[in-house]
């Protein structure tokens, strides 16, 4: 059961800090960058500057669905801050261009993240009907509730590398935006914030995930 609160806790959590993160993302959106740079301009001199130049920059459509493929080197960015001019977009594109010089250097969570992803993929698809069998055969053999287990074990460990990866990328972000003179002061502060709440969405996922985990296991050793 007390793993079961703290999933509560982190579900919760999960919505303040989404709610956080959008208000956070409304009001830097109206600080505008020097020399009315957007997004995507953030973004192509961030990676000229890196000697980055076969990655793509896109818009996409959403908000906040920003993100870098390293299988067909495109950043993507989001309509909100693709064509923006101000910091908020500036501290996203900064961000995930972070992820293509992390790419390019071959940081080895980023790697590690990547070649989880064919496996993931196929444990999300397979862990809900897994489970869901193995918990109504639990009476008979639990054999079925572990190997779903290990199913979603593999979803976890996914969001706990992905969490040093979000981190160093938002650190190479305002370290470049501050050295290129596109945040300073009151403004890198603004940076910061906006990447911090952001980063925080993935340490809740992780841990939501992480008591999830915990919270099966304990429900599949009780009927041993």
């Avoid at 999933?7 to 009315?36: C, E, G, H, W």
């Avoid at 862990?127 to 199913?151: K, N």
């Avoid at 593999?154 to 706990?160: A, R």
């Avoid at 590398?161 to 290129?180: F, G």
């Amino acid at each position: 059961m007390n793993w079961l609160f703290i999933f509560v806790l982190a579900m919760a959590a999960s919505y303040i800090v989404q709610m956080m993160l959008r208000s956070r993302f409304t009001k830097y959106s109206k600080v505008p960058t020097p020399d009315n740079m957007t997004g995507a301009e953030v973004a192509e001199k961030m990676l000229r500057d890196n000697g980055i130049y076969d990655v793509k920059v896109v818009s996409i459509p959403g908000a906040l669905t920003d993100n870098y493929n390293p299988s067909n080197k495109t950043l993507n960015l989001s309509e909100a801050v693709y064509g923006h001019a101000n910091i908020a977009a500036a501290a996203v594109a900064a961000h995930e261009c972070g992820h293509a010089i992390q790419d390019a250097m071959g940081y080895a969570p980023l790697r590690m993240r990547s070649a989880l992803v064919p496996v993931v993929n196929f444990a999300n698809n397979a862990v809900m009907w897994v489970l869901f069998i193995g918990f109504a055969l639990i009476q008979f053999t639990s054999s079925l509730l572990w190997l779903g287990i290990a199913l979603f074990a593999v979803g976890t460990l996914f969001s706990l590398i992905t969490l040093p990866v979000e981190i160093n990328a938002s650190c190479r972000a305002v370290d470049w935006l501050e050295d290129n003179q596109i945040v300073h002061g009151q403004t890198k502060v603004m940076a910061t914030d906006a990447l911090r709440w952001a980063a925080y969405t993935y340490v809740i996922a992780a841990i939501t995930s992480l008591a999830t985990l915990f919270y099966y296991i304990s429900i599949a050793s009780s009927r041993r």
